[in-house]
């Protein structure tokens, strides 16, 4: 388990790491805490409906939803328990990022939490985008700028609600934890450790000055594979 957020990591951090798509913060994640190359990132595919929109590095809000069971609970404690959900997204270290659960089962994103009105109300608290297994809807509608990664599309929002906040999610194969720190962007989401994240951007720079040697021979239209074999050599001395 990472270790909790005490304290905000300076801006001019998060911006750093929001200079680079995802793929290259786990390339330096490998360099950085390799002992986490198979864990802290989502596995399996989501659906990005805004894949020109900027990589969004923030801390997780987590939820878990449900849709298909109707909730039990009285109108007015449902709407004190909607007001208890917003307070909890809408404070702590930000930027946020809402890491939502679809805890149905065999019936994942039957029902959509997220569509115009969601998007909007959780840009308003400082979110900036949301990574869910479950289904959005109103694309058209949405938030401009609020980055989206889901495991759906769909038309009905059936009986959602939120079931509990604050605990551990697991989405897309990525376990998330209240205040982890996430990068995301239309590749997918990774955990990073804050104790690490000062030294991520760094790594991300050297993962590219290895990659340029090769990048080069490759592009070249002067290829061949003895060339090939002398970039990799090159690369392989980069530090």
């Known amino acids: 388990m990472n270790k909790a957020v005490t304290a905000p990591l300076p801006a001019s951090v998060l911006e750093a790491l929001a200079r680079y798509d995802t793929p290259t913060i786990c390339n330096a994640m490998e360099i950085v805490a390799p002992e986490r190359r ?3 990132y989502t596995t399996k595919p ?3 409906p805004f894949p020109d929109l900027p990589p969004m590095v923030g801390y997780a809000r987590t939820v878990t939803i449900r849709s298909v069971l109707k909730s039990t609970l009285p109108a007015d404690e449902q709407s004190k328990r909607r007001i208890a959900y917003y ?4 404070t702590g270290f930000g930027p946020r990022i809402t890491v939502i659960q679809d805890i149905d089962g065999a019936d994942v994103g039957y029902g959509a ?3 115009e009105v969601q998007s909007n109300v959780h840009k308003a608290l400082g979110c900036l985008g949301v990574i869910t297994d479950g289904s959005i809807r109103d694309i058209p509608q949405w938030a401009p700028g609020f980055q989206a990664l889901a495991g759906s599309i769909g038309p009905s929002h059936a009986w959602v609600h939120a079931e509990n906040w604050g605990g551990e999610v697991r989405v897309a194969g990525m376990t998330v934890h209240s205040d982890d720190l996430i990068h995301a ?3 997918g989401a990774i955990v990073i450790p804050v104790d690490i994240a000062a030294k991520i951007p760094e790594a991300a720079e050297l993962c590219g000055r290895r990659e340029t040697p090769i990048l080069e021979i490759a592009r070249s239209p ?3 594979l003895e060339k090939l074999k002398e970039a990799l050599k090159r690369s392989a001395e980069i530090h």
């Open 38 to 40: 198979l864990i802290g």
């Open 46 to 48: 989501l659906v990005c």
């Open 87 to 90: 307070e909890y997204v809408g």
């Open 113 to 115: 939490f997220w569509g």
């Open 185 to 187: 962007d239309q590749h």
């Open 222 to 224: 002067d290829f061949s």
